[in-house]
């Protein structure tokens, strides 16, 4: 009766936000190619390649996810070279980062609504060797439908921030049915383990190996070379000081214009480089700038460009997906976005790599526990609003040592923290089921 009602509710639910799905459609083309995908409808090539054989499912949200996602495809297949995979995605962007890493012959698909017919279709297609869940994906009839077939359902880097803990709380009726349905959940932090069985999972079936985000990204000298030339072709020299604003909501490209304006003159070699979090939003970020009399020059428009004299522009906007990582390793100071305007926050991992001085806002509730850490280990500076964001990246630009013993404590950081993928791969490769 319980799963009988959820399913009302959904479906509900699911109409009611049809509007909203029509709008992210005619807003994103990304959003519409192949949206009956999410009805578990595939042409007949899809179709084909399916029936070949049975593959491990991961199911990964957005961005961040779907690179974890692919670590541990890349580390399941070192050590079972006969696996093959199935990833979904949520969202349009998470699906063309993963469209440009799959290799054959694995599979990506759009994540299919939660109705019971859809995830039988969906179930039925794959035939999954094992079910992986990125993060905090509990969705009951996925679940329920599988743990009925007999397929192994984990969850892996699993996290439950306080605002869905406390959303979480209100639905344990769910929950407490849910989570034991789970062969196994893998955790970011003793706090997530925590939350986790006061949601009503057995303690015996929660771990804690700590966070796969320190092991997803590698360093791509080849990219990182192109982002340089890119720079270059911006008129923005080797030496110039760079400000990156890595994955900007609204608002909080407005704060570093004017920050950058501010600070010009101090800095005459200063450029600004501009990734906004969703590159359909170029022309509201285009707007900003020109409301400020700079200059800027498009990623896009760069290709092929090889002109090496240009005048330096104020701003290069990248608005191109997929590459935010190299350009990274040429900034000097680096504002990670969805912070300080907007809540949430976003990985802090990929600048760390390149072991470069990191500064966020203080809305970071997505990853308390990176933060946690790298906070105690003074590896980033947290700032608390603009006024003081703008006087922390000052502060950088103008000391070249504090901005190599931020970069330098990251880079450490990482490599004392790296280890959750093996910790979690010895539980879960032997809950593969035998290909079908």
Sequence with gaps: MVWFFYNILFVV????????????????????????????????????????????????????????????MEAMRKARPDLSFVLSTTTSTAHAIARGKMVSPDVLLYFPVDIPPVMRRMVRLIRPRLLIL?????????????????????????????????????????TRR?????????????????????????????????????????????????????????????????????STWAGEEAVLLDSYREMKNDFPTLALVLVPRHFERSDEVIAAIEQRGMTYVRRSQLQGD???????????????????????????????????????????????????????GPNMENFPAIMEDFLSADALRQVRDAHELKATIRALLADENERNTLGARAGRLLEEKAGAVDKTLAHVLPLIRPAT
Excluded at 150 to 162: A, E, F, K, M
Excluded at 184 to 199: G, K, P, T, Y
Excluded at 350 to 356: G, I, L, T, Y
């Design 13 to 72: 639910g699911f109409v009611l936000l049809l509007p909203h799905f029509c709008k992210r459609m005619w807003k994103r083309g990304g959003y519409r190619k192949n949206f009956l995908q999410r009805l578990a409808v595939f042409d007949a090539e899809t179709r084909r390649e399916l029936e070949k054989e049975s593959r491990v499912w991961i199911h990964a949200v957005s961005v961040g996810e779907t690179y974890v996602a692919f670590r541990f």
């Design 134 to 174: 990125v993060e905090t994906e509990f969705w009951p009839n996925l679940i329920r439908i599988s743990r009925r077939n007999n397929i192994p359902v984990v969850l892996i880097n699993g996290r439950i921030s306080q605002k869905s803990f406390g959303g979480y709380r209100k639905l344990r009726m769910f």
């Design 178 to 246: 849910l989570l034991p349905e789970l062969n196994a959940m893998f955790m970011q932090s003793a706090q997530d383990h925590e939350r986790l069985v006061a949601l009503g999972a057995p303690p015996e079936k929660v771990f804690v190996p700590g966070s796969a985000k320190y092991e997803i990204v590698d360093r791509n000298p080849e990219g990182e070379a192109q982002a340089r030339q890119v720079l270059r072709q911006a008129g923005i020299h080797d030496q110039a000081l760079v400000i990156l604003g890595g």
């Design 306 to 360: 090889t002109t090496p004299d240009k005048p330096v522009a104020d701003v290069l906007l990248v608005d191109t997906t997929g590459e935010l990582k190299n350009f990274y390793a040429s900034a000097t100071v680096i504002f990670v976005g969805k912070s300080l305007t907007v809540h949430g926050g976003q990985n802090v991992i990929e600048p760390a790599v390149c072991r470069k001085p990191i500064v966020v």
